[in-house]
Structures are given as structure tokens and as C-alpha cells.
């Protein structure tokens, strides 16, 4: 099956996410409620409380199972939950926290657009009490941030690197090396320079992946290597898409040159890389074909049918449902005048200090582990793999 079938399942994957977004309203409805006990964050709960949960995007399926995994588990817990996305704006994400504040939310979770842009809200709930709560994405340049929930991004970098040097043959899955010398030409992608998490994924692929260059074993024929040059603002797939052209003609059409594999931290971007290879780069449909190798993160319904389907060759799993948890924990234990438990409290320093961190453990997804990882768990279906839908 050709690499173009897949891009309306894609495609419908993706008008599905957009209508998500459209619909308005839906969890965000509550943020009215009045809370049926609550401290400001000052002293016990004994029950109940409205807790704000601020998420960035409708536009990724991770983001609004994110939300929903939250706020289920914190009405679980007896918590009303005003539940908002920000559709990637950051004045719109500034207003909705503003109004859970204003709303009289007893603590925040935030998993923010830009970590920098939230110091005035941060401070507002500070002043109030409130307890803050960064969820998988850092919180940058501010006091103002309580704890941080994620999981271990420079190991998820490390996870990325390795899939990709597995992919080229260079390395068992287990880790070791296999002595292939190459040589093998990639490319690099990064995320977005403005989420904290975009470095630990990209210092953690490349800690694994210098040391190849190093040797000459792996070249970038684009010569774009360092962060700047390669991050993706906003995790657009569009974006994403319009490099990987403007790389392949630059440096691989009617070169003779072949590309041999990309390093992608996040599936959408996978996914926009994988069009550019095909229909500008001119690369057959499937790996065993001739696809160059591409990473990814977050085992997105579209990426995993693409994986089993032999065409992106692996992505990285956070289970956000362990994640989600984590973070409720962490809400109820402010809310009843307890610390939350954190396993990291020397790596996450924001530029005004180190935030006390719980984090949480990935796995890499190939093809021969999807059924182990992913069904066997409950994430997906059977179902939902074979149609590339959720």
C-alpha cells in the first residue's frame, strides 16, 4: 500500500481533530461552576474544589486526550474542573487562566503555549494562593511555578536518537552497536524553540547521535545541525513539511544524493516530513521500498497506522493516561496542605529556580511492539490502528 492511501486517513484524522476543535464549549463548559468547598490553595480540602486545567491545542489528538485524562480523573476525585484550549494562541491561553483565576480556581494545572509568556498569571495566582502545577511543559523565567509533572524528556530524546540509529541498521534494539560503518546521510528536526521540553528532546537525540557523526559514520548533507536552524515553531506540520522541500532541493533532487533517514521529535512533524519525502523527494511508499527512516513522538493514531504499515519506522509512547494520574495527585496533595511526591528536584530549573519534578517513564514503538505496547494496553485498538482513526 502506497504511502498516498495513507494520507486520507491522515487526512481524516485530521479533519476529525479540527472538528474537535470547532465545537466549542464541551469540558469548558463548567468553568462557571461554583466550587462545593475550597481553600484557595491556603489550607485542607475536605472535599470538592474547582481546579483550572489549561491546555495549549485541540489541534493534536495527545492534547485532548490530555485534557479529558485530567479532568476525569479530578472529577473522580470529587473536583470540578474548568477545562480550556488555547487553539495555540497565547493571548487567548493568558485570558482563560486570567478567568480561572478571576473564577475562584482552587489550584492550576497549565501545560502552557510558551512557558515564558505566563509570569503576570502566575503571579495573580501566587498573590491568591493558588497552586500551580506545570504539566509536561516547563514554565519558564518565573517563582510562580509549585511543581512539574512529565516525563524524562532528555531520555526521550535518547529514545528518538536511538530509534533512528536502529532504523539505519547501526544499532541492535537493545542498544548496542551492530559495527555497520555506513556511511548514512540524515537530516535533523527539533520542536518548538519556545516549549522547554524541544532541548531535552533534541540534546537527548543528538547525545546519542553525535557521537556517529563524529566518526563520519552519519553526514548532514544540509549542513543544519544546531537547534536554532532546526526547530519547528509551533510544532507545525505544515512547517515541518515546507523544510524537508526546501532540504531536499536544495541538497538531494537530482543530486544523486540519498537521504537515508530523519530525526523527527513528534509525529505530526513526521507525518508533514513523510509528504515532503514522497512528493518532492520522490522516495517510494514504504521502507522496504526505499523510505528513508523516520522518528516521531506520541504514538498518534495516524503515526502508528503509518508504523505498522512500514512507512514511519518508529515513535516514541508517553502514556499521558500515567501522566494525567500524576498530575491529579499532585493537585488533590496541595489541595489537602501536603507536598506531592517528587522523584527529580535537580534538573528542571526554570531561570529562577529548580522545580520539584515527578517524572514519568516513555517507551520506543516499532512495528513488531505495537500489539504489546499499545493494544495490550488499552491505548488503541485494533480497530483504530488498522483505520488510522481514534
Not at 504511502?3 to 469540558?27: V, Y
Not at 497565547?90 to 482563560?96: C, E, G, S, V, Y
Not at 531536499?248 to 521529535?265: I, M, R
Request: one cysteine or more; glycine letters at 12%.
Amino acid at each position: 500500500m502506497k504511502f498516498s492511501k495513507f494520507l486520507a486517513a491522515g487526512a481524516a484524522t485530521a479533519m476529525a481533530l479540527t472538528l474537535a476543535a470547532c465545537g466549542g464549549g464541551g469540558a469548558g463548559d463548567d468553568s462557571g461552576s461554583d466550587s462545593t468547598a475550597g481553600t484557595g490553595g491556603d489550607g485542607a480540602m475536605t472535599e470538592g474544589g474547582l481546579i483550572g486545567v489549561a491546555m495549549p491545542t485541540e489541534t493534536s489528538e495527545r492534547w485532548i486526550a490530555d485534557g479529558d485524562a485530567v479532568k476525569s480523573g479530578l472529577e473522580a476525585e470529587g473536583f470540578e474542573v474548568d477545562l480550556q484550549f488555547a487553539a495555540d494562541d497565547i493571548p487567548t491561553q493568558q485570558q482563560q487562566i486570567d478567568n480561572m483565576i478571576t473564577n475562584g480556581v482552587d489550584a492550576l494545572i497549565v501545560a502552557s503555549i510558551d512557558g515564558t509568556t505566563l509570569s503576570g498569571q502566575l503571579q495573580a495566582a501566587a498573590e491568591a494562593g493558588i497552586p500551580i502545577i506545570a504539566y509536561d511543559r516547563l514554565i519558564n523565567e518565573t517563582e510562580n511555578v509549585d511543581f512539574y509533572v512529565s516525563f524524562d524528556n532528555f531520555q526521550v530524546g535518547v529514545q528518538q536518537g536511538t530509534s533512528l540509529l536502529v532504523g539505519l541498521g547501526l544499532l541492535n534494539e537493545d542498544g548496542t552497536e551492530t559495527g555497520d560503518e555506513g556511511p548514512y546521510n540524515i537530516e535533523l528536526f527539533a520542536g518548538s524553540p519556545d516549549d522547554n521540553n524541544a532541548g531535552f528532546f533534541f540534546n537527548g537525540a543528538m547525545s546519542v547521535i553525535q557521537p556517529f557523526i563524529d566518526e563520519g559514520v552519519l553526514t548532514v548533507p544540509s549542513g543544519q545541525t544546531d537547534f536554532d536552524t532546526v526547530a519547528t515553531l509551533r510544532w507545525l506540520q505544515e512547517t515541518a513539511q515546507k523544510r524537508m522541500e526546501d532540504i531536499l532541493t536544495a541538497n538531494y533532487v537530482g543530486t544523486g544524493t540519498e537521504l537515508h533517514g530523519v530525526l523527527s521529535p513528534y509525529d505530526g512533524l513526521s507525518r508533514g516530513i513523510l509528504n515532503a519525502l514522497e512528493f518532492t523527494g520522490g522516495y517510494p511508499g514504504t521502507i522496504a521500498e526505499g523510505m528513508p527512516i523516520v522518528t516521531g513522538q506520541d504514538a498518534e493514531i495516524a503515526s502508528v497506522k503509518l508504523i505498522a504499515d512500514d512507512v514511519q519506522f518508529a515513535t516514541i509512547f508517553k502514556d499521558t493516561r500515567k501522566l494525567a494520574d500524576q498530575a491529579v495527585v499532585a493537585a488533590t496533595s496541595y489541595l489537602n496542605g501536603e507536598e506531592p511526591e517528587a522523584n527529580n528536584t535537580t534538573d528542571y530549573d526554570n531561570g529562577v529556580k529548580v522545580v520539584p519534578s515527578y517524572l514519568l517513564e516513555s517507551d520506543i514503538v516499532y512495528a513488531g511492539n505495537i500489539q504489546e505496547l499499545l493494544v495490550d494496553s488499552g491505548y488503541w485498538t485494533e480497530e483504530q490502528i488498522e483505520s488510522g482513526v481514534a
